[in-house]
């Protein structure tokens, strides 16, 4: 759902480049504070591990195939803000070298991919593990949920912005990004878990890491 | 992994290739938001902002079957939400046409909002095509970095592209050992789909850890050699009259694509 250029009308991309500025600015400032100078690294080398595991295909229906969005894991994994960043920086590099995503619809990316799905998808996942408690079970079905949900609430806020930048009517565009991406998040959710559970059973340290 | 995986044919060497990097990023942007302002019924001036692409694009010696097939990538968006909207609209109705059991109705309003929404991103998707076939990354990054993108940001995208290469070659041995293991089954439905589905979550759990202690140890070396959270670089970045003329060119072209549009 990476929006391209042409899709936004001036006022619907100023306004979500201003947001996600400040977000990222934000998410940049708490990473500094929390992590130190190791932040630069970490962040750089995290972002490179989201984009290498975005390209593992899995046969998704009727040929189709799918990959990792991993918004959500990232945000599990290293706490919203960090997985915020670390998503913005994947996305930077998707517009500007493979043009998926517009350079005037960035900030409107960054919003939904970045922003609006590590905070879902992270609070989500606590909330779940807050019911269940903090084992297996708990992390898994929290893992499947705030990653089914960090898709689906993008896919929305993506169908509001094309329905505000007058483009395709609330209508049309809403039913079918929320029903295309319901089915695309249960992939995301999947995958979500099996790599929640693969590092819980190698290496849980890295599930306690401090959350940025 | 080749070298080129990222920012291929950005290393020939043209007219286009040996500005500064600064002068392209900035014609890029004036050019997408010229685009992005142009009103959808300016049919000439989409005409000649693409003679002007394709001009460059020649100057940049791109082989242009290439940047077309790349410029293909905005293509998915638009079929999944823009291909209904000549079937929604109300307005002044083009024609109507019976296919099978169903009327369906074109729309004047929205054949031009779908025409708006795919030259505009065709146009900018080649727009940017030409930057990144014309400017090394770390160049990019570079030019970004002095027109005042953040200096963290620059930083950790620089760290990103540098381990990037690392993780997609550990990835593609990793697919590498998953395929000769036959992970690939030919059945992908039900039992067999979950199989899959858990392989390729393992590999990416594998991928994480491995990419977490990868960063430790970068950050254990850098620290050692006396990193104190500044990057320190040399930067020879510097605008020569050629950026100048190219620069005042490119401007003079949209303008006068711009007027041609206000005119008439």
Redesign the interface.
Known sequence: ???????LN?AT?AATYVVSAGG??YS?KEA?KKL???H??????????I???Q?????V?GGTSGH?IGGA?AAI?LGPWAGA?IMT??L??Q??????G???ALGANVFNMALLACFAGYYLYRAVVSLMGENRTGTLVGGFVGAWASVFVAAIACAIE?ALSG???LG??LP??AG?HALIGI?EG??????????MA??AD?LQLQKV | MKHSF??KYSDLDSFIHRLDPRTRILS??AF??A???TPPTAWEAFALYFVLLAALIILAQLPPLYVLK??S??LP??L???V??PF?GHGEMTGSYNVWVWRVSLSHEGLL?LW??????????LA??L??STTR?PD?LKGLERLGV?R??V??????????F???D???R??RARDSRGGLGTR??GRE??R???T??????????R??E??ER??GA?VARG???Q?RTLSALRFRRADWGFGAAFCAALLLIGLITVIS
């Open positions: 759902m990476h929006i391209p250029d042409g899709f001036t991309a990222v600015g940049i500094n130190g100078e190791k630069v690294p970490l962040m750089g080398v995290m972002g490179a591990f984009f290498a595991a390209m593992l295909n899995f046969p229906m990792l894991l994994l960043l920086c994947v930077i590099v517009a500007l070298v493979f043009q998926d517009g350079i005037t094309l483009r395709v009517p049309v565009a079918a990004m295309v992939g999947l995958i979500t878990a099996v790599v929640l559970s693969f590092v190698t290496r890295l | 990222i920012d890029t942007l997408i938001l685009v992005m302002v790349r410029s990538v905005v968006f638009v999944m939400v823009a209904f909207v929604m909002v708006n929404m795919l030259v505009k991103s065709w146009l900018s998707a940017l095509i930057l990144s990354f990019l953040p963290v940001m930083m950790i995208l620089s760290f990103m592209y540098r381990y990037i690392v993780l997609a550990e990835v593609m990793m697919r992908v439905w789909q979950l899959q589905i858990r390729v979550g393992n590999m990416i759990g594998t991928l994480f850890i990419s977490y990868r960063a970068v950050y850098m990193f104190d959270g990057v």
